[in-house]
């Protein structure tokens, strides 16, 4: 009995985590990103662009 419990709790999460929708992108943001790691070396950051 709880062996067929615990698939029919299986197959009902399975198809409820399957039946969402995807949303739909409203932006796109980019940024660059810029950090001193050595505060006595300032001219040599660290620069990265994220997407």
Known sequence: M???LTTLIAI????LSFAQNQ???L???SYSFTHARD???RNDP???TCY
């Open 2 to 4: 709880k062996k067929i």
């Open 12 to 15: 009902s999460l399975a198809t």
């Open 23 to 25: 949303d739909k992108v």
């Open 27 to 29: 932006a796109r943001v």
């Open 39 to 41: 505060t006595t070396q």
């Open 46 to 48: 660290i620069q990265k």
